[in-house]
Nanobody, 123 residues
Framework: QVQLVESGGGLVQAGGSLRLSCAASGRTFNTYTMGWFRQAPGKGREFVATISRSGARTYYADSLKGRFTISRDNAKNTVNLQRNSLKPEDAVVYYC????????????????WGQGTQVTVTL
């Protein structure tokens, strides 16, 4: 079993930067593709980005491409999500997840999730 814990959310000014981190337990971190999703109140979980097990390949949602950067450090069992130039619509809950499946942009393909971290954007 893998436990994921997100951090880095909170209050951020519009136009500012955001760096979310997700720490994973266990020795099998590098066997999982990692992904970030986000969820607004009353809506489904939206795919943001995913990164391959080695970190060599990344993939982003078309609507969000160029706005986020995903990275991972297998030595530290962490995956990060960087966002510059925050906008009000970025003020949602962000989740990291891990999957050994073949469709890493599909929320149903994920095996484990963190508890989420709330981002609030102030004007």
């Amino acid at each position: 079993q893998v436990q994921l814990v997100e951090s880095g959310g909170g209050l951020v000014q519009a136009g500012g930067s955001l760096r979310l981190s997700c720490a994973a337990s266990g020795r099998t971190f590098n066997t999982y593709t990692m992904g970030w999703f986000r969820q607004a109140p009353g809506k489904g979980r939206e795919f943001v980005a995913t990164i391959s097990r080695s970190g060599a390949r990344t993939y982003y949602a078309d609507s969000l491409k160029g706005r986020f950067t995903i990275s991972r450090d297998n030595a530290k069992n962490t995956v990060n999500l960087q966002r510059n130039s925050l906008k009000p619509e970025d003020a949602v809950v962000y989740y990291c997840g891990c999957t050994q499946g073949a469709v890493p942009d599909d929320v149903h393909d994920y095996d484990y999730w963190g508890q989420g971290t709330q981002v609030t954007v102030t004007l």
